[in-house]
T-cell receptor, first 115, second 115 residues
Framework: DVKVTQSSRYLVKRTGEKVFLECVQD?????MFWYRQDPGLGLRLIYF???????EKGDIPEGYSVSREKKERFSLILESASTNQTSMYLC??????????????FGPGTRLTVL | AQSVTQPDIHITVSEGASLELRCNYS??????LFWYVQSPGQGLQLLLK??????LVQGIKGFEAEFKRSQSSFNLRKPSVHWSDAAEYFC?????????????FGKGTRLHILP
């Protein structure tokens, strides 16, 4: 079974702090994704990576950056956390669409609260 | 551009009753289609997927979905719901093209079960 793990289930930070959210997958997937989920807004893509050191902006990249130094690990960075970044953050991984099997596998999520 | 519509934000059914959750998509060709389920405070779990072949797809937990190209729909069904099915359900669509590995999610339908 594919396993996607996230470093924390719950995180409380203060405004202005630098925040790192870590995600690790164990199935050698090329693609990794970071989403945020807010009530009524569904899942919104923050960043996407299709290979080591490669990244693409999603729908809401402002205020975030990412790092992918190893294939299995994809980090989301909040350079200076703000209260409007309080949310549930979900990481996912998948094979490429060309594989014909690109369903995404999700981690358990990190509930981030910024005070 | 791809889009996914889940017309029902909330649905309430009695335990033991049948269920159908609606999903309509917009895409220029035959897409990849997915249904995910999310229990409170958890990540998303894949229920079923359609890539090609038989348009009636069986999934986990007794769910099935039918791809109807003429209606651009991929509705999720279950003949008899259980209290443990109470959760949020997301329909998603993905492209088959190279380098377009993102999946677009609907905003979700929250299922409530009456005892």
């Amino acid at each position: 079974d594919v396993k996607v793990t996230q470093s924390s289930r719950y995180l409380v930070k203060r405004t202005g702090e630098k925040v790192f959210l870590e995600c690790v997958q164990d199935m050698d997937h090329e693609n990794m994704f970071w989403y945020r989920q807010d009530p009524g807004l569904g899942l919104r893509l923050i960043y996407f990576s299709y290979d080591v050191k490669m990244k693409e902006k999603g729908d809401i990249p402002e205020g975030y950056s990412v790092s992918r130094e190893k294939k299995e690990r994809f980090s989301l960075i909040l350079e200076s956390a703000s209260t409007n970044q309080t949310s549930m953050y979900l990481c996912a991984s998948s094979l490429p669409a060309t594989s014909g099997r690109n369903e995404q596998f999700f981690g358990p999520g990190t509930r981030l609260t910024v005070l | 551009a791809q889009s996914v519509t889940q017309p029902d934000i909330h649905i309430t059914v009695s335990e033991g009753a049948s269920l159908e959750l609606r999903c309509n998509y917009s895409y220029g060709a035959t897409p990849y289609l997915f249904w995910y389920v999310q229990s409170p405070g958890q990540g998303l779990q894949l229920l079923l997927k359609y890539f090609s072949g038989d348009t009636l797809v069986q999934g986990i937990k007794g769910f099935e979905a039918e791809f109807k190209r003429s209606q651009s729909s991929f509705n999720l069904r279950k003949p008899s719901v259980h209290w443990s099915d109470a959760a949020e359900y997301f329909c998603a669509v993905g492209a088959r093209m190279n380098r377009d590995d993102k999946i677009i999610f609907g905003k979700g339908t929250r299922l409530h079960i009456l005892p």
